[in-house]
């Protein structure tokens, strides 16, 4: 990267190309003052802003040091300073650092250079768009939306009945980082709410709820190299655990005698179980929503009874057990009287504990800005999840940080709301390493935010519907995995079956089978029976649907050794399992709108389908020679029509692979 300053002038270049450019005709900064007005309910945001004042920075001061460039920005030739940036350059990585602004200044627009051809990805997890360029996207951690398209029916029920419908750039992960196609990234380091907007032609446009920290540009000569150098800044996921690989982790709620004959009704038909996974482990609730959980994080043995053996008892046959935590306390339960009475939980205005509404149930929020109460919460996982003898969980949450929350720190809850959900993957992640189990145990998490990467072991998709929409349903999950992974969370799977079933959507067994087939392709298979079993089908419902079920597990499982060298390049280089296919094609131009195809590693293309009642699928293939995994036939590259009938799903592999003979293998799985 190169930087040029002028008099008035200073440009960014990154291999000769301009990505930074400020000129008194073109400023790259704006400063303002806005009044934001937040409405929230049940972990969903309404926020409106009032900008009182915008005001551009046009002319600017240029200081040299000795190992930095300080730039003061003025609204008039000759001005006072508003705005003082100190500008570090290194070999491929320009650094702006924020030193200063003047006081009640409370809004930042920073422009950044863009070309018509540009694409963007990233900005944490996005389930709709995985190019972004067209869209702007605010970036705030919340509940995702059940629908996410203002104009079918459930996102409206949801709106009209709870403020919950979404929107297409609603995520449990936002991050304020973006990966262009020009092969730089850009990272602004801030909590605050942000919006990322590229939908000029010219220029991106990047707002901030405060003076940010600084804003990273850091280049490299290719998309592989460029994870790296992303993964160096925010961390790499730890790989996964010997046993993940020997099967799906079934979502089985009940109790023990349910899970004990579900469990053997799946292995009986050839089903590979890894692992069985019992979110109502600590008792349920039922709501209008529908199955909900008991928020006390321990063994709940009038639900579980013999859990305490039975764990032991699947273990020795090479299935484990996993659960469920987050970081609420149910006002009904003793870890919230204790952690009440120890000063744990964040407070309201009147100092009395803040209960959140989590849908006609309330919970305390533990206060992780107290050090005390992280402690404390460490010991309760240590000693009522691993000391129970649990191998896995679901982290589930973080994103629900009411903006009105007091807070042990004292610090502002509307730019700790993004920070939450790093801070509550940080508890678990040390949670599990002071036990000594990382590498063991593995927990997953939907909620995300800048520095996700270092402390989540695996990511999920959220909740998505029951259904083969494209905003939320069994398509939303492939773009979800493929911007996270180019932020570093390359180890992403999701709920097989989907998790949503509200206003009459209901999981019909087609659904359930074809997500199935996209879950034998991520490095982790997990099912759910959603929120209202009895309103979906579940995968020991037909013979049919558990034969296809012992089908998949197996593919998944002979993909084991495969899936692992994958796994093990993520956690040493940054690369993830789930790849665009630009990211080994990058002279294909074609590649870079594709959101629903992904390479699995860099020899497999999976094509999942995503639509209901059609056995041929559309599919397009770089330039390579490329053998079809079910009928063996060959294939030189461009857009092509395949035979796709359930359980065949389109899957190719690179025939001068290394992993050929393994892959030729899957044809011959019944």
Known sequence: MQVVTENNSFTVTWKGEEILHHSPDAPFLFVGKGQENVKMFRGNFDIK???????????????????????????????????????????????????????????????????????????????????????????????????????????????????????????????????????????????????????NDSFHELQIWEMPKEVVLEGANDFLGLLEKITDRFGRQPELPEWTYNGIWLGIQGGTEVVEEKLEKALAKGVKVGGVWCQDWQGIRMTSFGKRLMWNWQWNPEVYPNLDTKIHEWKEKGIRFLGYINPYVAVEGNLFATAKERGYLALNEENEVYLVDFGEFYCGVVDFTNPEATEWYKTVIQDNLIGFGLDGWMADFGEYLPTDVKLHSGEDPMEMHNAWPTMWAKVNYEAVEESGKLGEVVYFMRAGYTGIQKYNTLLWGGDQSVDFTLDDGLASVIPAALSAGMLGNGLHHSDIGGYTSLFGNKRNEELLLRWTELGAFTPVMRSHEGNRPYDCFQFDDTERSLDQLAKMTTVYTTLASYTKSLVKQNAEKGTPVQRPLFMHYENDEATYDIQYQYLYGKDLLVAPVYDEGVTTWDVYLPEDEWIHVWSGKEYAGGNITVEAPIGEPPVFYRKDSEWADLFGKLKEIK
């Open 49 to 199: 802003d009032y900008v009182t004042e915008r005001l551009a920075l046009p002319f600017i001061q240029v200081r040299n040091e000795s190992d930095s460039i300080k730039i003061d920005f003025a609204s008039y030739p000759n001005g006072p300073s508003v705005v003082t940036v100190q500008l570090v350059q290194k070999e491929n990585e320009v650094k702006l650092v924020f030193v200063k602004a003047t006081e009640n200044i409370n809004r930042f627009w920073l422009r950044l250079k863009a070309n018509k051809e540009e694409n963007v990805y990233g900005c944490g997890e996005q389930l709709t768009h995985f190019n972004m360029r067209g869209k702007n996207f605010p970036l705030w951690t919340s509940e995702p939306g059940v629908g996410r398209n203002k104009s079918t029916y459930v996102t409206w029920q949801s709106d009209v009945t709870g403020m919950a419908g979404g929107d297409y750039y609603h995520t449990n992960y936002p991050q304020p980082t973006f990966v262009s196609s020009r092969k730089y990234y850009c990272h602004v380091e801030t909590t605050a709410y942000a919006d990322f907007d590229f939908r």
